[in-house]
Each structure stands twice: as C-alpha cells, then as structure tokens.
C-alpha cells in the first residue's frame, strides 16, 4: 500500500494515543518511551498460524470442555461487554507488544487475536505458578480462560487478570525474520490507515513500532534481498512519521525522521521535500530551500513525490523569504533608537536583510524567534539568539557573531565554576563584562564593571557581556546551617575541591532531575530573572545571545520565558525546548554526563527530555496561572510584558 497524501488530510484536533503532542502525552499510561513491539495486523495470523489447535492442547482444559470455544476480543466486547465474563470460552493471540520501560513496576502485554485486533491485558498476580512471565515475549502464544473485558481510568480497553488461573498457558515462540518482516509490513499498513482516517497520533505509534521490527539486533544474518527489504521498510517508516508529526505541528520530530530517512537514503527526493515542509513551518526559509533544492534534484529517480508539488512549496518559500528580506531593511536602526553607534563596519547593515553566515563552532546555537507567528503576529527575527556558552566558538565564529549579527549584549548564565574554567576575556575580548550579584538585604541585583566607567554608560556605547550565576546561588541556599558549617571547614583546610563536591552533591546531587532545578531557581532566583527580562525589555541591548555551558538549562529556562510572555502556546514552547537534544553533540553531552556522574549528581541532567519541560509548564500554569502570571509575580508587570511584546512582534 502507497503512503497516504498529506494534501487530501485536514488539520485534526489532538486527542489519540502518541507521545506527539503534549496533550496526549499526558494521558499515556505505561507505553512511554517506545514500546517493543507494536500494535497492528499481522498476515503471520491469516497464513501461518492457527491457533485453536493449540489451544486444543492447552493443559487444564478437558476434551470437549466448552472452554474449548474460542472467542475473539470483537465478540467479547460485543457478546458479553463489560458486565460479565466469557465463562467456557478461551482468548488466543499472539504478544505483540510488551512495555519494556514499566515491566518491573507493572507487567501489562497487548495480546493480538485471529482477527488481528488487539487490545491490552495487565497482570495482577505477583509470582504465577502454573506459568512463567519470562515466556511472554513478542511472538508468543498466550492463552486466556474465561476473558471478561475492562475498562481501564486512562479510557483504554482490555483485561485485568487477578487470577493465575485465568491463563490457561504460555507458548514461548521466537520470531525469525521473515515473521519480522510481516509484522512490520503489517503494522505500516494500519498506520497507513489511521493516517487516512486522520487519526495521526495513532498512525505514528503504529510506524514506530513496525520500525522496531526492522532495526535493532534483527536481519544481521539474513539474505542479503532480506536486509535491502529492512532497509526500504526502515525508510518509509521515518518518512510516514515525518509526514504524521508534521500533521500533528511536531515539526521538530518530523525534521528528526526525515533526517534518519535520509540517512539510510540520501536521495531520497521524498525525505527531502518532507524535511523542507518542516524547516518551512517553523521559519526556517534557508535550510527549507536547500532541502526543496534537494528534493527537486531527485526528484526524476523518486517518484513518490511530484516535482510540480516541490516547486510549488519552494516558491511559497522563495517568496516569504524575499518579502522578509525587503521588509527587514531599515527596521533595525529604528528599533535600536535612531543611527546605529556601531556603524556599518560593526555590521549592523547585515541585519538589514542580508543572509547570515551559519555559526558552526558552538552547539545549540539558533535564533530564538524561528516560528513565524504568535498569536497571529509574525515576530522579527535576528534579534534574540540562544547558545551554548560561546567560550567554545571558534575565532572566526566570534567575528561573524560581532561583525555580521551585531551582537550587543551576552548573557551568561554559566555557573562561577564553569566561567573559571572557561573564561569569557579569551574570546570575547571585544566585549566588556558586567558581574551581576544580588544584594542579600534588599535582593537587588546589583551590577559591578572593572575600570571608572559607568555602568550605565557601558550597556550604552560598550558590547557587553553580562555574567548572571543562578545555579550556585541556589544551590547555597539549599544547604542547611550545618551543612554550610561543613563547607567552611573544607576551606579552612584548604580542601576546596572536596567543599564544592561536597555543595553539589548536598544540593543538585539530591534533586531528582532537571525538572526540580528549574523549579528551584523560578521560586528562588526570581531577582535574577527579574533582573534579566527588564535587560531583555530594553531595545537598547539588542542584538542578544542567551548562553550557558551546553545552552540548556539557565537558558532554556530564560527562552521558556521570554517567549512565553510574546504569547507562544504549549506547543511552540515544547519545540523550543526539545529542539536542544538534536543541537547538543553527543560527544558534548556523553562528557556532561560522565562529569556529572563524577560529581554525585544524577546523568539525567546532561540530557533534554519532554517530561522535564511537560511538568515545567504543568508547574507554572498549577501555581501561576503560566509565564504570564509567574513574571508578573516576580515583579515584571503588564506594561513591561507589553514593551517587551511591541518590540518583538509586527502588526
């Protein structure tokens, strides 16, 4: 079966079963994560197996007993409902799917039947005699007497065993790879049915769990036609959910599948077009024209996609970007008060429209503003820019950061341990740096520059770089009296690695993630970040570039926040935020978790997961009523979430 038309599709409210948008996520119990194996239709069932017979066989039940009827999940829910039990009937199916991330805390299978529906079964019995949990793997048989249908609080369908009894028997049946290859085909062409039903959410999990199927340990001995036919499954699989997530607005994943698919097929035209779609619907004009550009290139070998259908998304492209451009000039000088002091030779008149030279040399680096619109007001770009720290660039890097972005302003949110190990005067020697500290007695933030000159007058004719440490204020504060009593008598002894370590594990090393860090500084550090929205307030101190070690966590948290007051929703704040974990390198990441791991403080740190941001914004919303209502708490009121506001957005 052909991969269904996006076109004919209509945009859906979400409200099914993948872990695609926030919405739904919430409302997953148990299947987070990515199952084993998944649900879908399998022709295995139609052509080679048969499964009364066995269960014909099954100790426990007499010849000619009536639990010998068998009885299908459709015939259960429709002949018997919720009310009462099959009794003298017997379920038979095939594992389809077992939750590998819950097993210990709550064993639960999907059990497969003749007709290909499945449905969920969770476990209640602690340690069964008559049959083993270490045989219900994917592809074995399971048996189940007297089946009764329940519903579960999540809405989901299935059974609730108490009762060792109740399973009749266990078949351990190991899957080669041709019955792999048959439950992922199986799988894609359900996904392909949810995807014409719109059902999006549904389609994705059906795509990802026929991609398990494919990839992982299976396929390394098998005929060489076997593994090019993985491969082509693999492929198709990233493109269907590249096209799922782009219908469900996921336009970070869709980029993420198009990736992997073009990854295991650089030519292909279809990966190509579907990666340019992505980068367009988030802003991104000048990756989508090269992937359209791509995409047109190979075309003529790649029939899936139409070159008049490239070309047209292309010209869309080509004309948003132009108009932008034209748009663009002049605007600058103005918003940063008249005539720039910099001049064209500090290279400001490259942000009047002309295209910026990519920065390659700092991970995670992007514009802020990427998606076009927020409540319906298109946003200026090449104002605001978020990064890891920028000590790390290379020299060329910097120049391009001061002479073609016109960088003004620095905000580095690098703990006092990391900008001591790396300091900013290295590489950002163009710039004048400005320590800000709160006053413990009136928790003003109180800014300090070396030499006579104001700092007034620094943030108006300097570039500046603002050193901000949230981290390790916190962390003090969390630390008992006896505990500070601790630390001192390290220094005292000059043991003052072993007084840091022993700060860090008594504070970061006791929270349960990042999640809890955020929350921390929001509920502590709030005159710093006050401190940091009003210098983001004034239009003076534009250009700016938001930093810290990796650029995510201090500065995710400061993005969250900005662009939660321009009026970005849930959705455009989760892309943001999860857009990290494809900018991190890995070899940057595997040595923040190695030092982390070092320091006594949990590895989850040094990576960027949804739940993390999911429960940030379920914390602001329970306890604030969102960013809005937080940062009007600290102290930045209506008028001062308005400028900022005006600044950013275009009629």
Known sequence: MGEPKEEEKKEVTLHGTSDYSPEVKKMLKGWQGGPVYGPGYNKVLETEWDPLPQAQKVKGLEEGEEGLKEITWKQLREDYGFAKPATGCVLVGDVSQRDKNNWQYQKHVKLRDRDGTEQAVFFYVDEPGRWSYDEMHVGSL???????????????????????RLVAQVIHRPLNDTKRMDYASGMRENGNRKFKEEKFEDAVEYYETALNHVTGSGFHDAPAALRAEAREMELKCHNNIAAAAAKLKNYVGAIEHSNKALAINPKSAKAHFRLGTSHAARGNDKEAQKAFNKALEHAAADPSVSVGQIKTELAKVMGDYNAQKNSMKGMYSGFLGGKSQFGPKKGMSALSGGSLTEITSACNFRDLTLFKKVKGKRLHKALLYR?????????????????????????????????????????????????????????????????????????????????????????????????????????????????????????????????????????????????LMRKLADPGNYP??????????????????????????????????????????????????????????????????????????????GRYCGVAGYLAHIGFKGEEQAALRKAFTKE
């Open 142 to 164: 399971m048996v189940v007497r007297n089946p009764a249908m329940h519903r579960f609080m999540d809405g989901q369908d299935g059974m609730r065993l108490e009762d060792e």
């Open 387 to 531: 990064s890891s720290t920028l000590c790390n660039a290379s020299d060329e890097d910097i120049k391009v950061l001061v002479k073609e972005y016109g960088i003004k302003t620095v905000l580095d949110l690098r703990s006092a341990e990391e900008r001591a190990a790396n300091p900013n005067d290295k590489k950002l020697s163009d710039f004048t740096r400005v320590s800000a500290k709160e006053d413990p007695y009136t928790l003003d933030v109180v800014e300090t520059v070396e030499g006579e000159k104001a700092v007034a007058d620094v943030f108006k004719e300097d570039r500046v770089v603002v050193e901000v440490d949230m981290v390790t204020e916190m962390c003090w504060e969390k630390l008992s009296q006896q505990q500070k009593a601790v630390y001192y008598l390290f220094i005292y002894l000059c043991q003052q690695a072993s007084g840091k370590a022993y700060v860090t594990q008594n504070s970061l090393g006791m929270m349960e993630g990042p999640g809890e860090l955020y929350r921390e500084v929001l509920d502590t550090q709030y005159p710093y970040i006050l401190y």
């Open 544 to 621: 700016v570039v938001i930093s810290c070690d990796l650029g995510k966590d201090m500065t995710a948290l400061l993005s969250l926040l900005v662009l939660g007051c321009l009026g970005a929703d849930d959705t455009a704040l989760v892309d943001d935020f999860m857009q990290s974990q494809a900018d991190i390198w890995d070899s940057q990441r595997k040595a923040s978790a190695a030092a982390l791991t070092k320091a006594g403080v949990d590895a989850s740190f040094a990576y960027v997961e949804y739940d993390t941001v999911a429960t940030l914004l379920d914390f602001l919303d």
